[in-house]
């Protein structure tokens, strides 16, 4: 199995910055594309920003300019440094990765993996 953990997240006055952290532990012998999601209260979970083992980035359009995904690959790791922090950034925001798995779990293929959240909150 494959855990991803995420951390970092908390309240913040609008305008201001906050780094998520999420790190992902288990039988993996890679992972591929790591994904950062979030979902406001009565909506859907959106898409935010994605980054590929090479270090291939994308952006949703309301945070282009103000977020910036990284990940450290050598750790399993991914974070997301959010800057310029607004109201409509509140949300739970998720972890997610394509995870190839290890060789002694005899399971071929890709897995998708989420975590468990962390709520962030922008508000004056």
């Known amino acids: 199995q494959v855990q991803l953990v995420e951390s970092g997240g908390g309240s913040v006055q609008p305008g201001g910055s906050l780094r998520l952290s999420c790190a992902a532990s288990?039988?993996?012998?890679?992972?591929?594309?790591m994904y950062w999601y979030r979902q406001a209260p009565g909506k859907q979970r959106e898409l935010v920003a994605g980054?590929?083992?090479?270090?291939?980035?994308n952006y949703a359009d309301p945070v282009k300019g103000r977020f910036t995904i990284s990940r450290d690959n050598a750790k399993n790791t991914v974070y997301l440094q959010m800057n310029t922090l607004k109201p409509e950034d509140t949300a739970v925001y998720y972890c997610?990765?394509?995870?190839?798995?290890?060789?002694?779990?005899?399971?071929?293929?890709?897995?998708?993996?989420w975590g468990q959240g962390t709520q962030v909150t922008v508000s004056s």
């Open positions: 997610n990765a394509d995870v190839v798995p290890a060789r002694t779990t005899g399971i071929i293929g890709l897995l998708n993996y």
């Open positions: 980054i590929t083992s090479e270090g291939s980035t």
């Open positions: 288990g039988n993996i012998f890679s992972i591929r594309t």
